[in-house]
């Protein structure tokens, strides 16, 4: 109660430094869906709406604790499940808005509210009155008659708390708070140091000469941000995918090649002050003590106890049956570019070389390249392809939302309805790449998670963001390969939000390595014929995809599969390795200890780890700390999963697709992963279609 006070104290003066009167956070928002109304919303809004919104919920929490009445899981459990609306509404404008929008304000702010959004949760977690009243239902939950997700919301609710360090004594609560709020600024700091690093970084290009070998949309594209950048006449290069792999795979200047990928490879490392090396080392550390005040060896003992791998040696076991035939084929492929390389002087290949001989091994076995692929993908029609494949496996339908609030203004809305009309939920796309403002990669998130008030669905809010290629002049958006199978890969995750049909808020999230499945299997169908034949039109032409080309793309489909799992397993391997620790070293350097990680087993110097330690923002900037083998696990789970539709000799079967629906994507957390996989699939996940499709086996 008393650190409860002090919170409350502490926010109420912050408050005194808010703005005027009007702020559109803390209104109702009369939009259509209760959509936030992001074109009213000024940087200097978000701080007192923050504050006050943690007053809320505090207020909320002192309610459920001084609740005169006996505990019961309406007064308690659903109260608590019920409880910080306000602030998880505006939370989520905030946060999603750094991703995609991170001005040097709202990065301020980040940094000025990081500690104290830590420390309103660390306070509500480690709260003794509200932890012994779930305790008491907890201890009498075979009792109260609770149905299977009421049994699982309470069972799951004391587990966090527990998890969080109720049950600690009052000095550990408080050693505890304090690793939590230091861990939560260093993960906000090393983000930004990567999203800085990245921007900062350019290639000029000055003669067309080095541009040789660069498609035509590269061409455009790098033009067109030199032009941005006040250098007119000259070609821009910088480290976000869009700009950076195509130049890796395709330009003919080596020393060119070598100077963006050293630029990439090298951010957060050069001892400047975007460094992160002492922030990877300080996270290592704190993340350690933590599990030990909580009565772990490790961190990775305390993470994986509540996913579906369990242990850290299921975790080992699946990466290392993996690894060896991975780095096998991955040292084939090297041997198939080698002859190509010394034919142009080149004999010994780095890391810079590899995607760029390796796209010429390929149109030498092949006679393909990917790029012979763009005009056939363009993004409208790709979207369009995505939705077929929804309303053919659900029923599920799109509707264009043109006079909603969006996120950004260049973002798209779309209405999902279900078979029978009802509607399912918003859908944002913001797809495109923004230098310096939006965070790297791809992902889905969300700004109102779908659950139950007062008996009615509420609808979710999701969006997806991405840094594809934009278009240029009369040339729309054309995009590779990898980032039509990214479209579908988070599209899979918004299809999970939207079919959701869960009770309880708390019911909802899915397991680190279970959430993936939803969006790797939708991966399956992007490049499968006869999905092809419906969305992969040439964009001048209408034409679509002659089945010469899709005969390649398939044949050379498992081809380049070493090099990438290779370089997936030796990242996942890394975060592994950083947090099976029992004991971290007070001198523990970043760079020897990724080197010899990775060096005793074998990793070839061609190939870096998809994230080296100082920009692996998916572990150090939190959300998937010991967590990034889950990529690889729910490939286990997916690879079967479409086996299961395979075996029908449908990949549209109905059967297969209502089961899927029912017993996955509508479930969320409802219940242990591997059950619901079990409802789903009849047996356990068989690791050969998984080894069958990176052509492993």
């Not at 000024?42 to 001084?66: G, M, Q, T």
């Not at 980032?483 to 899915?510: C, D, I, K, W």
């Amino acid at each position: 109660m008393r650190k409860t006070t002090i919170a409350a104290a502490a926010v109420t003066a912050l408050m005194m430094t808010s703005c005027d009167n009007h702020n559109p956070l803390l209104e109702e928002w009369n939009t259509p869906f209760g959509i936030a109304p992001f074109s009213e919303i000024r940087a200097e809004h978000y701080k007192p709406a923050i504050l006050k919104s943690i007053e809320e919920h505090n207020k909320e929490i002192d309610a459920i604790i001084n609740n005169p009445e006996e505990p019961t899981f309406e007064n308690t459990i659903v109260a608590l499940d019920n409880s910080g609306e306000l602030f998880n509404r505006i939370y989520a404008v905030f946060s999603n808005g750094a991703s995609i929008n991170a001005t040097p304000e709202i990065m301020a702010l980040e940094t000025e509210l990081a500690p104290v959004v830590s420390d309103h949760f660390n306070s509500i977690s480690m709260n003794e009155g509200l932890f012994a009243r779930i305790k008491t239902l907890y201890d009498n939950r075979d009792s109260l008659g609770l149905e299977p997700d009421q049994m699982r919301l309470l069972t799951e609710t004391y587990k966090s708390y527990e998890r969080s360090g109720a049950t600690l004594s009052a000095d550990k609560k408080e050693e505890l708070r304090k690793i939590n709020s230091r861990i939560s600024e260093l993960q906000l700091q090393f983000e930004q140091n990567v999203l800085k690093e990245t921007a900062d970084f350019t290639l000029v290009v000055e003669d067309s000469a080095d541009l040789s070998g660069l498609p035509k949309t590269s061409v455009d594209a790098a033009a067109r941000r030199a032009e941005e950048k006040g250098m007119g006449g000259f070609w821009a290069f910088g480290l976000d995918n869009a700009s950076l792999m195509p130049f890796l795979q395709f330009d003919d200047n080596r020393d060119l090649r070598t100077k963006l990928l050293d630029g990439y490879l090298s951010r957060g490392n050069n001892d400047n002050e975007n460094d992160n090396k002492a922030i990877v080392a300080e996270l290592v550390r704190l993340n350690n003590r933590k599990a030990k005040i909580l009565g772990y060896d490790n961190y990775a003992q305390y993470v994986l106890e509540d996913r579906m791998a369990k242990t850290p040696e299921a975790v080992y076991d699946l990466l290392n049956r993996l690894w060896t035939p991975a780095l096998n084929s991955a040292k084939v492929e090297l041997a198939d570019m080698a002859p190509l390389a010394e034919a142009q002087g080149v004999k010994e290949l780095t890391a810079a070389d590899w995607r760029y001989y390796f796209e010429k091994a390929k149109a030498e076995k092949f006679n393909f390249s990917e790029d012979d692929l763009r005009p056939y993908f363009q993004y409208d029609n790709v979207r369009e392809g995505i939705f077929y494949v929804a309303n053919r496996l659900y029923g599920i339908t799109f509707e264009p939302l043109n006079n909603v609030p969006v996120p950004v203004p260049e973002a798209q809305a779309f209405l999902c309805k279900d078979a029978d009309g009802s509607q399912l939920g918003v859908i944002f796309m913001d797809m495109f790449a923004r230098p310096g403002l939006k965070r790297g990669g791809a992902w889905c998130t969300g700004y109102r998670e779908q659950h139950y008030k007062d008996g009615e669905r509420v609808l979710p809010i999701v969006s997806i963001a991405g840094n594809f290629t934009r278009g240029h002049g009369d040339t729309p958006a054309l995009l590779s390969p990898d980032e039509t199978e990214t479209f579908f890969h988070e599209f899979g995750h918004a299809l999970q939000s939207l079919l959701q049909q869960v009770r309880y808020v708390g019911n909802a999230p899915m397991t680190r390595d279970f959430v993936e499945l939803p969006s790797q299997i939708n991966e399956h169908w992007a490049f499968e014929p006869e999905v092809l034949k419906v969305y992969a039109k040439h964009y001048q032409t209408g034409e679509v995809i002659p089945q010469e080309l899709v005969d390649k793309l398939d044949r050379s489909g498992k081809y380049g599969q070493g090099f990438a799992t290779t370089e997936y397993l030796a990242a996942s391997l890394l975060d592994m390795d950083y947090f099976i620790m029992n004991d971290v070293p007070e001198n523990l350097d970043v760079n020897e200890f990724e080197a010899r990680t990775l060096g005793e087993r074998g990793l070839l110097p061609q190939i870096p780890p998809r994230y080296r330690s100082t920009y692996f923002t998916h572990v150090f900037g939190g959300g998937y700390t010991v967590g990034y083998y889950s990529y690889i696990w729910a490939e286990l789970l997916d690879a079967d999963a479409y086996q299961a539709f395979k075996e029908t000799g449908d990949i549209f079967n109905q059967d297969v697709a209502r089961r899927f629906r029912k017993e996955i994507l509508e479930k969320g957390g409802e219940d242990d992963a591997m059950t619901l996989y079990l409802n789903f699939r009849g047996k356990e996940p068989s690791i050969d279609p998984l080894l069958e499709n990176r052509g492993l086996k």
